[in-house]
Antibody, heavy 121, light 106 residues
């Protein structure tokens, strides 16, 4: 059974960088059958898929974030991270990390519990 | 790819048959998943590839569709099924979600 847990500050000031880490337990972290994703949810935008990272470091980011997003992976710790720069109030949301299973067809099968991040001075 | 769910909310009674639809702005084959979300919780995967039931999900849930039109059906609504349901497309990145359908108790 895979478990994911988000961690990071719950409050970030406008124009600063939002940083979150997802810790993954279970033995699937390095498998090429899975990639690791970030999704956020707000009342204004609903569920918004942000991007993915493979254990190899290969990434894809949602173009809607206009180059503000980066992701990284730490295989030794079974963790992956998100950095979102130049945040505004519109980035206030519950942030989820999740696993995207590529087999047999892509689907998101495990989620973290989510962490609320508020952007405010 | 935009996904439009309907209705946005519905009221139903225990035992009712409930159908939720999801329409894609372009053809997405069968690359659709359905999720259930309860307040304060993460979404839970119910179905992927339009009609493949995720392990552990009750068989009263079923999915169908291909191309642009998809449905999620709950054959006999149970008390634990009152929640918000979302479709998601996996045809192309960036992945996108529908706006949700809230199923409330009548």
């Amino acid at each position: 059974q895979v478990q994911l847990q988000e961690s990071g500050p719950g409050l970030v000031k406008p124009s600063q960088t939002l940083s979150l880490t997802c810790s993954v337990s279970g033995d699937s972290f390095t498998s090429g059958d899975f990639c690791w994703t970030w999704i956020r949810q707000s009342p204004e935008k609903g569920l918004e898929w942000l991007g993915y990272i493979f254990p190899s470091g290969s990434t894809y980011y949602n173009p809607s974030l206009k180059g503000r997003l980066s992701m990284s992976v730490d295989i030794s710790k079974s963790q992956f991270s998100l950095k979102l720069t130049s945040v505004t109030a519109a980035d206030t949301a519950v942030y989820f990390c999740a696993r995207e299973n590529q087999q047999p067809l892509a689907h998101i099968d495990f989620w973290g519990q989510g962490t609320l991040v508020t952007v405010s001075s | 790819i935009q996904l439009t769910q309907s209705p946005s909310s519905l009221s139903a009674s225990v035992g009712d048959r409930v159908t939720i639809t999801c329409r894609a702005s372009q053809g997405i084959a069968n690359y659709v998943a359905w999720f259930q979300q309860k307040p304060g919780k993460a979404p839970k995967l119910l179905m992927y590839a339009a009609s493949t039931l995720q392990g552990g999900v009750p068989s009263r849930f079923s999915g169908s569709g291909s191309g642009t039109d998809f449905t999620l059906t709950i054959s006999s609504l149970q008390p634990e099924d009152f929640a918000t349901y979302y479709c998601q497309q996996f045809n192309s990145y960036p992945l996108t979600f529908g706006g949700g359908t809230k199923v409330e108790i009548k």
